[in-house]
Nanobody
Framework: VQFVESGGGLVQPGGSLRLSCAAS????????MNWHRQPPPGNEREWVA?????????YYTDSVKGRFTISRDNAKNMVYLEMTNLRPEDTAIYFC?????WGQGTKVTVSS
């Protein structure tokens, strides 16, 4: 099982980014998928969003509701996190998580 995240970077407050996670090594469409994030050193990793195996139901932590959208493409074994109206407090390393396995993360910095 492997996840490879991409799409992180530096963005100004109010900006947008789309994170991608490529999955391999298992039957992707059988499992729900999640995004977590870990803010700068000293903070715990926190759950951000989840999506069911079919993609029909999504869940979000309160701080990102209305700004972030999780989606998936089971034909491509991909999961995405569309992030809009980004805030400095969204600065973190974002991780893909599923089937008990973490990706390596992609860094998002929101700063002017």
């Amino acid at each position: 099982v492997q996840f490879v995240e991409s799409g992180g970077g530096l963005v100004q407050p109010g900006g947008s980014l789309r994170l991608s996670c490529a999955a391999s090594g298992f039957t992707f469409s059988d499992y729900p998928m999640n995004w977590h994030r870990q803010p700068p050193p000293g903070n715990e990793r926190e759950w951000v969003a989840s999506i069911t195996d079919s993609g029909s139901i999504t869940y979000y932590t309160d701080s990102v509701k209305g700004r972030f959208t999780i989606s998936r493409d089971n034909a491509k074994n991909m999961v995405y996190l569309e992030m809009t109206n980004l805030r400095p407090e969204d600065t973190a390393i974002y991780f893909c998580y599923g089937r008990g396995t973490w990706g390596q993360g992609t860094k998002v910095t929101v700063s002017s």
